[in-house]
Every structure is written in C-alpha cells, then in structure tokens.
C-alpha cells in the first residue's frame, strides 16, 4: 500500500509547527507518520457493532487500603520532641522577606 501523506503534507506541517527539518529528516517522517496513518486506517476498518464502548481497556478498581481509624500521636509527646514549640504548636522559623 503506497502512502495516503506526501512529503510535501509532512513539509507544510512541520512549517505550521516552526520546524526545521533536514531533506532526511522529512524523508523519514514521511515515512513514519504514513505508518501510522495506515495503522489508524487499519484500526478504522475493524468491524465493532456489538462492541460496548470503553474509556480504558482494563477494569479500575480502588488500590488504596481502606480507611480505618487508628490511635494517633500523643500531641504532647510529639511537641516535647521538637526543637521548639509555641501554643501547642511546632515553631519554625519566618519565612525569607518578612519583618521579623
């Protein structure tokens, strides 16, 4: 099957997408893109009555562990092991650029 894009299609596109391309380089891509317009022409010819249409091929489910509650950090504990601590909160230094 010879084909369906020119060189000349794929010189014009890459001039709308302020591409340089060498000689080579379009020859190549010539080459390459009508591959895969042939694929997608393939892909199209396929007889899919009867075929439910799907937004992905594999069937999702939820990976993440479920959410169950557990004890927490004693915040007293935690607090009395950071390098310093305010109104029951950690402290940390300002940020860059404001008064102190």
Known sequence: MTSPLRRDDVAH?????R???????????????GEVLEH???MNSLDLAGVVATAHPFGLINVVRDDVVTPSLNRAEVLAMAPDAEDGRFAV????????
Do not use: H, I, K
Not at 23 to 32: C, G, R
Not at 93 to 100: K, L
């Open 13 to 17: 596109v890459a001039q709308l997408a």
């Open 19 to 33: 591409l340089s391309l060498s000689d080579e380089e379009l020859d190549l891509f010539t080459v390459q893109c």
């Open 40 to 42: 997608a022409a393939d």
């Open 93 to 100: 230094p300002r940020v860059m650029g404001e008064a102190p």
